[in-house]
């Protein structure tokens, strides 16, 4: 029987309710998978991907942590789930792709698959099954944490889906999840030191001088975060809204502070974080993404920046919650 779009999912969510014992060799997992699997343990063997940076490390661990039992296999590529009643060959991994995308694949890409419930099938597919299961690794703690960091640089650099957004902020949740792109609301005025430090280390960068930083933000902001500036004016109308970037965060600059200025104290420590522009991200062209932005907050600025706050940081994918409920 052949499977696809919506009759794909119907089938493994029915192979695996109706399963006494299920074996799945699925190379890649990403956020949704485990809504797959019955919440109860039953007799379920799971064989992934994980070292290779595609599969979602949470994911893993959260299975684990359900009882089930999860091996790693670097080179596996399979997506097939076997029961004693039937198995599911496919396309399909279970949310996450191939691609260097993560996302509810299941729902969003064209996929194909092929159902048997063959004795014979099944035999074979059950033999080819326990000789991967006997190659693989059991998974510990240090492995899930070098998948993290490969997890956390793929995610990084993985490309836009060729699906058609609407808008920068019409990007499904599953394809900015896990990407390091952050908002940066601010209020205070920088310092006149500040500013002469900022000024002094851009001039000496290797590309010139940068076009944004940030004083005394310390870890709010990473080396390699891509940031979108949001300036909100102390009574915080909209027509006090200014929004640039995106922008490339550079590694900070670190000193002791040397003068008294407002709320900056000397002796102090200070950073000096730098970024330098970038023209596009996640497809959609930079200017477009700032008239985006600036047209949510405007919609209640005081919502993203009370009054009283100086500076916040909020992730894309709170942000986007936020404009969700407002």
Sequence with gaps: MILHGQNYRTEIETLVKNADKLDIAVAFWGKGAEALLPRK?????????????ATNPNVIQNLQAAGFEVRNKADLHAKVAISDKAAIIGSANYSAN?????????AGWIEAGYLTKSEHDLSQMDNWFAIQWDKGERIDHDMLEEARLLWKLRSSTRIKSQRKA????SIPSY????????LAFWREETSPEGESDANKYGADGDEGNFFEWYEDWFDKLQPEQTVIDVYIGPRGGASTIEVSGPYKILE???????ND???????????????????????FKAADIRSEVRAQIARKPLTFLPKGSEGIVLSIEEFLKIVKRS
Excluded: A, W
């Design 41 to 53: 343990t039953k007799n379920i063997r799971i064989l992934c991907n994980l070292t290779s940076g």
């Design 98 to 106: 191939g691609l260097n995308l993560e996302g509810t694949e299941l």
């Design 166 to 169: 609407g808008s920068f902020l």
């Design 175 to 182: 394809e900015i999840e896990g990407r390091d792109i952050v």
């Design 252 to 258: 900070p600059f670190r000193k002791i502070r040397q």
């Design 261 to 283: 200025y407002k709320n900056y104290k000397k002796g102090d420590p200070m950073t000096i974080h730098l970024c330098r522009p970038i023209d596009e991200l996640l497809g």
